[in-house]
């Protein structure tokens, strides 16, 4: 089993920055893929980013690439979410995941945070 737990989400103006993390614990973290989605009010929960096992390989919805950067520490079990450019359209709670492989459907992945909430502001 693993525990996954956000942090960093806050309320930030249009055109700024947050960086989200995601700590893990219970498991082995540098054998997992890590997600990061988003839910909006009233919408499905979507694919943000996904990175593979040692980091060297990521993947971006079209919404946020060039914008948003995931990253992971082994040593740390830790992911990130760096979110530049925040735009209103980013408003969302955003969680992280874990599963065996770097895919964007959500049910390929087994272990999910609670979830921390953006809110950016036009």
């Known amino acids: 089993q693993v525990q996954l737990v956000e942090s960093g989400g806050g309320l930030v103006q249009a055109g700024g920055s947050l960086r989200l993390s995601c700590a893990a614990s219970?498991?082995?973290?540098?054998?997992?893929?890590m997600g990061w989605f988003r839910q909006a009010p009233g919408k499905e929960r979507e694919f943000v980013a996904t990175?593979?096992?040692?980091?060297?390989?990521?993947y971006y919805a079209d919404s946020v690439k060039g914008r948003f950067t995931i990253s992971r520490d082994n040593a740390k079990n830790t992911v990130y979410l760096q979110m530049n450019s925040l735009k209103p359209a980013d408003t969302a709670v955003y969680y992280c995941?874990?599963?065996?492989?770097?895919?964007?459907?959500?049910?390929?992945?087994?272990?999910w945070g609670p979830g921390t909430q953006v809110t950016v502001s036009s």
């Open positions: 995941a874990a599963g065996q492989f770097m895919v964007i459907v959500t049910r390929r992945y087994a272990y």
């Open positions: 219970g498991g082995t973290f540098s054998s997992y893929a």
């Open positions: 990175i593979n096992w040692s980091g060297d390989s990521k």
